[in-house]
């Protein structure tokens, strides 16, 4: 892709792909072979890059003349939200100047890394992607980022002075099927990591949201810190933060953010803690508490409950109930209108038969739910199916900010 660059980035084409950002680009690849004197799949690529950026790189989306890659590599690219976080994260942990991108990608990590260090390398061994990184790099504006064309491995031996190392390894196969086993991606980390402490105090490796977190710390030496990262309430990224020399537990933190990457909510905690932790058990109470998915992800079921003097519904019913209304809890707060309510009951309470279905711990999924009670989905109101010591549940709840 890296020979059109000029003519993808030029004003022909920008101002086509601005103006047809809510075209079908498939139709356009139908109509026209060639777009201001390209092949219309390019153009028709740029169309699709741009419209996925729109909520996942905003700043992206907004600055003209930028170049998207492969459909690939843009899914597999951080968000803006987490790559802010992550810069400011390790920034604060790392205490130095210079950082490495050994898995450089599309670049949105290097890009954020360059806003909290003062010299910032991007490695990636793909020379059209490289090319295309580079050119927005300038186009948003930054200029300490150095551009290598290498593979982590060998640029590694490279590196001398301090510096931290970042990396997100590769979680698809040869056939592009998603992999979440460390030792499966590329790099693998697990063989690179003795290598990266022979140059560097520290390292952060982002992870599969899906990856187990014991597993990974099997796989990974060193980890002074755990965090689960979530971006309004849905699950992101794992990231292990490594220090050389570290044989401690490690400190868990599961985070979520808001779009903008700000902090929303922290809940930080060592695995012993929550291991040594007993929570009370309950039947419902006024109040229904779901935890954030980070803290979710963390398995801090136990913690949650008696960090916030909460009690659990059940052992494997990861929701909570109190009296009263805890305003800092982190994640969705419920108030229960009704518990197990007649038909009667239930139309009242639902005149348009409209509502939100979740279920934890429950025989039905929350669709089986809805058309048992010949609910459609929407409105205003929450109706929970939920299993309790005693017994199942069915709450009509109102969703409290």
């Known amino acids: 892709m890296s020979q059109w660059l000029e003519q993808l980035s030029g004003k022909p084409v920008q101002d086509f792909v601005f103006a047809n950002e809510h075209a079908d680009e498939r139709e356009l690849v139908l109509q026209q072979k060639t777009i201001p004197g390209l092949p219309a799949a390019r153009i028709a690529e740029q169309i699709a890059g741009r419209r996925k950026s729109r909520k996942k790189l905003p700043l992206w989306y907004s600055t003209p003349g930028i170049v998207y890659p492969p459909s690939l590599n843009l899914e597999q690219s951080s968000s803006q939200a987490t790559a802010k976080f992550k810069a400011s994260f390790l920034k604060a942990e790392a205490q130095l100047n210079t950082l490495a991108d050994l898995t450089g990608g599309f670049g949105v990590d290097s890009f954020f890394f360059s806003k909290e260090f003062e010299a910032v390398t991007y490695v990636e061994p793909n020379a059209d992607l490289l090319a295309i990184v580079r050119h927005n790099h300038v186009q948003l504006g930054s200029d300490n980022i150095q551009h290598i064309h290498s593979t982590a491995e060998e640029y590694i031996g ?3 002075g301090k510096v931290v190392f970042y990396l997100d390894p590769s979680r698809r196969d040869e056939n592009t099927r998603k992999i979440f086993r460390l030792s499966d991606c590329v790099p693998d980390i697990t063989q690179l990591q003795k290598f990266l402490f022979d140059k560097s105090e520290f ?3 982002k992870a599969s949201p899906l990856l187990d977190i014991q597993q990974g710390l099997r796989e990974i030496t060193n980890v002074k810190t755990v965090v689960a990262l979530s971006v309004e309430n849905e699950m992101k990224e794992l990231l292990f933060l490594s220090q050389k020399g570290f044989n401690a537990a490690p400190l868990w933190i599961a985070i979520d953010l808001d779009q903008e990457g700000n902090v929303k909510s922290k809940f930080p905690f ?4 929550e291991a040594a932790a007993t929570a009370q058990m309950s039947e419902p109470q006024q109040y229904l508490y779901e935890p954030n998915a980070a803290i979710m992800k963390t398995g801090a079921f136990k913690l949650t ?8 519904l059940a052992v494997n019913t990861h929701l909570y109930t109190g009296a009263e209304l805890i305003k800092d809890f982190p994640g969705r707060m419920f108030k229960i209108e009704m518990l197990n ?18 279920v934890r711990n429950y025989p039905l999924t929350a669709q089986q739910l809805m058309k048992k009670l010949k609910l459609e989905e929407g409105g205003d109101k929450f109706v929970w199916g939920f299993g309790s010591v005693k017994k199942k549940h069915v709450a009509v709840c109102e969703r409290l900010s």
């Not at 060592?270 to 803690?273: C, G, K």
């Not at 139309?347 to 279905?357: E, G, I, Q, V, Y």
């Open 158 to 160: 490279s590196v001398s």
């Open 270 to 273: 060592l695995y012993e803690q």
């Open 341 to 358: 309510p007649s038909g009667d009951d239930l139309k009242k309470s639902l005149p348009d038969n409209r509502a939100h279905t979740a």
């Open 203 to 205: 390292m952060l490796l």
């Open 305 to 312: 409950a008696t960090l916030f003097g909460l009690s659990k």
